[in-house]
């Protein structure tokens, strides 16, 4: 195994799967569940709507979209609430200067720490997204599984994707916290807008984007998350830059 293996290994098996899932994974897959529900129900009060405008396929193109935002929200957030410890924590168990003393490189244990949050992310992601496709396939049977099978994968990798880009951004933040309480006070206010997501759009543009064609509304699914990769890519790089035992070592 790689010296990055091993660190994402150590990492999962800490905070997620000791043997079994743990608390805190079971508690994010719970927020996925919640959101799906809350989707759910906040989608069906534009189904009839939809469907009288823009038939019933449209409305299933719709329902899927808003519970597929949901999953990749789910997704996007799930690790906030453990990658602070990933840095910070380390420094205040002062065990980051023994992590430091070892022959792992400093992007081995970068990529370990952060690629163990980006895989807990999309977990969470896709077990939201398919509690979101049951509850699709319950409204409109057959009718929902291209926009299933089209718009759920593309949601689990919008909501890996926005997992990257706040992974990198909290380890940015923990570089120099002295404590997780600290790094999770900065992080708060930091992401708090990015909650309001996807009330947003279902309250805005659930109903619009059921009426978009199918083509559109693919090349949507697919287009935005890799434009936003180009936002994540800009972040790694700079988190890559300041990930140095200089930097982590500094008072």
Do not use: C
């Not at 319950?138 to 926005?162: E, H, I, K, R």
């Not at 659930?206 to 009426?211: C, E, I, K, Y």
């Amino acid at each position: 195994m790689s010296g990055a293996g091993t660190m994402l290994w150590k990492e999962w098996r800490e905070q997620y799967w000791r043997g079994r899932p743990t608390g805190m994974f079971w508690a994010g897959v719970g927020t996925g569940l919640f959101f799906e529900a809350l989707g759910a129900l906040l989608g069906t009060f534009s189904l009839g709507e939809a469907a009288a405008d823009f038939g019933v396929t449209a409305a299933a193109w719709g329902l899927v979209a808003s519970l597929g935002t949901f999953a990749a929200m789910a997704g996007a957030l799930a690790p906030l609430s453990t990658v602070v410890d990933a840095v910070a924590g380390e420094r205040e168990r002062h065990t980051l200067e023994t992590l430091l003393a070892g022959p792992l490189r400093d992007r081995e244990i970068l990529w370990g720490k952060a690629g163990a949050q980006v895989l807990y992310a999309a977990a969470v992601a896709g077990i939201a997204a398919s509690a979101g496709g049951i509850v699709a396939f319950a409204f409109f049977g057959g009718q929902a599984l291209l926009p299933v099978a089209v718009l759920m994968p593309a949601a689990v990798l919008a909501g890996a994707l926005a997992a990257a880009f706040f992974v990198a951004l909290a380890i940015l933040v923990s570089l120099r916290a002295p404590t997780v309480k600290s790094g999770q006070q900065r992080l708060g206010f930091a992401f708090m807008p990015f909650m309001f997501i996807p009330l947003l759009f279902v309250f805005v543009g659930g109903a619009a984007l059921g009426g978009l064609p199918p083509p559109l509304l693919l090349g949507l699914a697919v287009g935005v998350p890799f434009l936003f990769l180009v936002v994540v890519a800009l972040v790694v790089t700079l988190l890559i830059v300041r990930f140095r035992r200089r930097v982590l070592m500094a008072p």
